[in-house]
């Protein structure tokens, strides 16, 4: 099968929808169909690993969000004069920004079937980009942004039972399958603990609590600081280490001095997605993430597959990821209830050792190939399926 990927955001840009594209067209790739992905090219950009089946267009900078980009409609179309209806099988949109209106637009004229996966919870996330108007306001265009640009596909993918849930509550009425970005075997391979300690000065027996993801305020990072005060008076060496970047960068590491918690807070910026993640994950003791707008959670089954155990919130994709997991504590909304599931993990290096046999085993049962499958299924059922309305935006 032949597939066109359309995306507003991919590597070298990190964060959970760029894994992932990544995840699933090298799967894709292992069953044996072709996923050309059209993706924004970056600023300053390495040199493309040898990949003939991904083209890059120039990108605009996102106002309120300088690390993410728009393709630039003009150059867009331009490549896409190109495409004719047997070139591909199906069109399969990553992102509801310039790539969804193209992919729109393709698929119509092409007469090929498209799918859309609908990774953001818009809702609780637009109104930290556009503070200056209402929050009722920005949830109302929110909804129905999501309502107009779903029922432009034919068939939606929904990474968690909670992302569906909403968008049926929505009154979104296209197909929809939940499908969830799976570990690939790369995932399971052990990183380096005392290569990444020494690396970062951080002594062999000091206690880590880590987070990794977007520094961005959906992600509750704040919430994860004033626990931090908390968890210090139980574990007073602690150290919280936030990896990631994102545009609430300047605002976590002024939080971080008004709470007095420089000693215990340090922030990483950017990680390599290969081995200096993983060895990130295995020099910390306990993974700790809050975020209250996740549509699936890949950081914690990717922390889970290193064998770190997990203390979370268990809120939208989350929720889908944590049940059942007994590798995994979920812990209210509350600083000092988190604290002490958290301390509990840090003090006990046998409870700890318990907890990340049990991560490792929870993690391999999220196989990315298997998942991979489920897709080809949604692509082959939407080839036989009702074109899209002429209607749909």
Not at 115 to 128: D, G, N, P, R
Request: with cysteine; proline share 7%; glycine share 6%.
């Amino acid at each position: 099968m032949r597939i066109l990927m359309l995306s507003d955001v991919y590597f070298p840009r990190v964060n959970g929808v760029s894994t992932s594209i990544k995840t699933f067209r090298d799967d894709l790739s292992a069953l044996g169909h072709q996923c050309v992905l059209v993706a924004p090219e970056y600023p300053n950009q390495a040199e493309e690993p040898d990949d003939p089946d991904i083209v890059r267009i120039p990108s605009w900078r996102v106002p309120f969000d300088p690390e993410d980009r728009l393709l630039v409609w003009p150059r867009l179309m331009s490549w896409a004069s190109n495409i004719s209806p047997d070139h591909f099988d199906v069109i399969h949109v990553q992102t509801p920004f310039t790539a969804h209106y193209a992919g729109v637009r393709l698929a119509r004229k092409n007469r090929v079937p498209l799918v859309e996966t609908y990774h953001t919870y818009f809702e609780h996330y637009l109104h930290h980009y556009v503070p200056a108007l209402p929050t009722k306001l920005t949830k109302s265009f929110a909804r129905r942004l999501t309502v107009s640009q779903c029922h432009a596909a034919a068939h939606i993918i929904s990474p968690s039972p909670q992302m569906a849930d909403a968008l049926r509550d929505y009154g979104v009425s296209s197909p929809i399958t939940i499908l969830p970005t799976g570990l690939p075997p790369g995932a399971f391979v052990g990183g380096d603990r005392k290569r990444f300690r020494s690396l970062h000065g951080i002594p062999s027996d000091r206690p880590v609590a880590l987070f990794v993801g977007r520094v961005a305020h959906e992600k509750n990072i704040d919430f994860l600081l004033r626990m931090l005060i908390e968890l210090r008076r139980r574990v007073p060496d602690v150290l919280l280490l936030i990896a990631g970047e994102g545009p609430a960068e300047h605002h976590i590491a002024g939080l971080i001095q008004s709470l007095g918690a420089a000693a215990n807070a340090r922030m990483l910026g950017n990680m390599d997605r290969g081995q200096t993640l993983r060895d990130c994950y295995s020099a910390a003791d306990v993974f700790v993430f809050a975020s209250r707008t996740e549509t699936q959670g890949l950081v914690l089954l990717e922390a889970m597959a290193q064998g770190l155990p997990v203390v979370s919130t268990a809120v939208m994709g989350t929720a889908d990821v944590l049940s059942g997991m007994q590798g995994a504590t979920v812990a209210p909304e509350n600083e000092d209830e988190f604290a002490r599931l958290a301390a509990n993990v840090l003090v006990s290096s046998g409870r700890r050792a318990e907890l990340s046999s049990l991560a490792r085993m929870d993690a391999r049962t999220w196989s990315s190939l298997a998942l991979a499958e489920g897709l080809v299924s949604i692509y082959a059922g939407v080839r036989n399926a009702p074109r899209i309305s002429t209607e749909a935006a």
